[in-house]
């Protein structure tokens, strides 16, 4: 089962990289950032409201969101870079 989630995570990770590297090449780093920042905050939001969380739990929320979000971000920060330094 382990194999499978990190197969899968390695795939959002090439994927988001791709997705970010091709928008910085075309649109600039902001808006390849923008992207996937601001669906992680609507998709926290929309959850958070939806389960009518208080504070403490809207806070582990956001935790949790954050971990999993880890390769969508890291695979975008990775393909924004790469972007950049083949600009240069």
Do not use: K
């Amino acid at each position: 089962m382990t194999g499978s989630l990190w197969a899968i995570a390695g795939a959002t990770v090439i994927l988001a990289g791709l997705m970010s590297h091709f928008m910085t090449r075309r649109y600039g780093w902001g808006a390849a950032v923008l992207l996937p920042v601001l669906a992680l905050a609507a998709m926290i939001g929309m959850t958070w409201q939806e389960a009518g969380l208080d504070m403490a739990g809207g806070i582990g929320l956001l935790r949790e969101a954050l971990l999993f979000a880890a390769p969508i971000l890291g695979g975008a920060v990775v393909g924004i870079l790469l972007a950049l330094w083949r600009r240069a």
